[in-house]
Structures are given as C-alpha cells and as structure tokens.
C-alpha cells in the first residue's frame, strides 16, 4: 500500500514564523501536491512537482513556496506565517499522468494555526 | 459558477437507507474520482472512472459521460459509512495530476 507521511497532524505557530510542512511517500511517486482545505470551499491546490527540483504554482500560491530536493519529499514553506493560512494542510502524490489515470494518494492532513 | 458541483451538501440518514450522492462538472474531463474523507482528516480514493459504472463493496459509482454527471450510491447504509464524501475530475488536457475538486456532501448515519 503507497504510504504519504505528513510530518505533524497537528502545528501551532506565531504570526511572521517561518513554518515547514514535510512530507514523504513510499511509492516512488513522480508527482507531489500540496493542498489546504478550508471550510465551505473545499480542497484548493497550492503547488505541485512532477519531478525533482520541478515545481508548478497551483490555485492559490501566494505567501507559500516548495522544495522537492529528493523524489520522496515534498516540503512546503510559510515564509511568514500569518493568521489566515490557518487551515488544514493535504499532500498527496502519484504516478505520472502518463500511466492512465492514476489515483492520487493523501496523507492524514496537517491542521496548521496560526496565533 | 463551480467547475464540479455536488448535492447535497449535506445528508442525514437512516441505518439501512440506500444514499446517492450526485456530482455534476462543466469541463471535458478524462477521469473522474470519487474521494472520503473521514473526521480527522485522512483522504481515501474510492473510485477513480471514465466511462460506466464501478462497484465496490456497498459502494457504486457511475458516470454519465454525455451528461457529465456522477453519482456514488451506498447500499445498506452505515454508521460508519459517515464521512465527507467529494467528487474531483482531471480535464482533458489539464495539467500534469491536477484535479478540480468539489466542496464535499457531509454524510452522517444515525444508528
């Protein structure tokens, strides 16, 4: 079974933090997503990485930025925390598109506050 | 207007009922995925569909290529069947993986 390990289920942080979310896949995945998710709008993509050191701005990157320096992990970065990226925090991988459609695979969320 | 639309948002049921959850999208799409999401957070991919009809247990998923519409029907409801429940679609030509999600239908089922 394709494991995705988000690093904390649950993070409070300082408004002007620098705040790293980890996560890690099992599977040899080539693709990674980041995504928050946020009462009443439901599941928003922040960044993407088909690759190593690829990366693609989603819906909605603003105050956030990525690093996929080995194909397993997909960090993403709050530069400087601020009170509304409190939110729950998804990551999720799979295969190429190229393979017909594969399913994407989630991690068990990291709920972020930002006091 | 939403690119993927879901209704109900939110449904109550009875232990035993038959449930059917709709998603209708407005793009040409390739696959189409149906999603839960327990309380606590972790995502599970139920089905992942681009023509017809997939079963699963109690669970069925069909989709209306031609009236770009799905439905998830759960037979013999249970209360662990509560959860929130989304439908994504991947358009043609769309960018590498992305997925266009809807808001969820809540579903609760009282013992």
Not at chain 1, 7 to 19: A, C
Not at chain 1, 23 to 49: A, K, T
Not at chain 2, 83 to 89: K, L, R
Request: with cysteine; aromatic share 8%; proline share 3%.
């Amino acid at each position: 079974d394709v494991k995705v390990t988000q690093s904390s289920r649950y993070l409070v942080k300082r408004t002007g933090e620098k705040v790293f979310l980890e996560c890690v896949q099992d599977m040899d995945h080539e693709n990674m997503f980041w995504y928050r998710q946020d009462p009443g709008l439901g599941l928003r993509l922040i960044y993407f990485s088909y690759d190593v050191k690829m990366k693609e701005k989603g819906d909605i990157p603003e105050g956030y930025s990525v690093s996929r320096e080995k194909k397993e992990r997909f960090s993403l970065i709050l530069e400087s925390a601020s009170t509304n990226q409190t939110s729950m925090y998804l990551c999720a991988s799979s295969l190429r598109q190229g393979y017909s459609n594969q399913p994407q695979h989630f991690g068990d969320g990291t709920r972020l506050s930002i006091l | 207007k939403n690119e993927v639309e879901q209704s109900p948002q939110n449904l109550t049921a009875q232990e035993g009922e038959f449930i059917t959850i709709n998603c209708s999208y407005s793009v040409g799409i390739s696959a189409l995925h149906w999603l839960q999401q327990h309380p606590g957070g972790g995502i599970v991919s139920l089905f992942m569909l681009s023509s017809g009809k997939k079963k699963h247990g109690r669970l069925i998923a069909t989709i209306n290529i031609q009236e770009k519409h799905s439905s998830l029907h759960i037979t013999a409801s249970h209360p662990r069947d509560s959860a929130v429940y989304i439908c994504a679609v991947r358009s043609k030509g769309g960018s590498q993986g992305n997925l266009i999600f809807g808001k969820g239908t809540k579903l609760s089922v009282k013992p």
